[in-house]
């Protein structure tokens, strides 16, 4: 059984940031990437950051104001989203890729004034 957590989102206003977490746990022989998604009302869930091996992928919406980066402990990743826009508003997903993908409950990001 694998169990995915995310936390850290909140209400901000634009240009502003917030620092998304995200830790599995359980049994996890091998992790592929890990990697942080979001959907907002309307809208198809989509990729916004993926890391692995160190090695990071951005969409180009948030391509120079995100950055994911990968924790000391195993199997958690973080989000520090920076100069955020109205359009960043979603529901933020992390996912642990194994085999299968494994995906967290989700975090709500709402970038208003």
């Known amino acids: 059984q694998v169990q995915v957590m995310e936390s850290g989102g909140g209400l901000v206003e634009p240009g502003g940031s917030l620092r998304l977490s995200c830790a599995a746990s359980?049994?996890?022989?091998?992790?592929?990437?890990m990697g942080w998604y979001r959907q907002a009302p309307g809208n198809q869930r989509e990729l916004v950051a993926i890391?692995?091996?160190?090695?990071?992928v951005y969409a180009d919406s948030v391509k120079g104001r995100f950055t994911i980066s990968e924790g000391n402990a195993e199997n958690t990743v973080f989000l520090q989203m920076n100069t955020l826009k109205p359009e960043d508003t979603a529901v933020y997903y992390c996912?642990?890729?194994?085999?299968?993908?494994?995906w967290g409950q989700g975090t709500q990001v709402t970038v208003s004034s």
């Open positions: 890391i692995s091996k160190g090695v990071p």
């Open positions: 359980g049994t996890i022989f091998s992790t592929r990437l």
């Open positions: 996912q642990i890729l194994t085999n299968i993908p494994h």
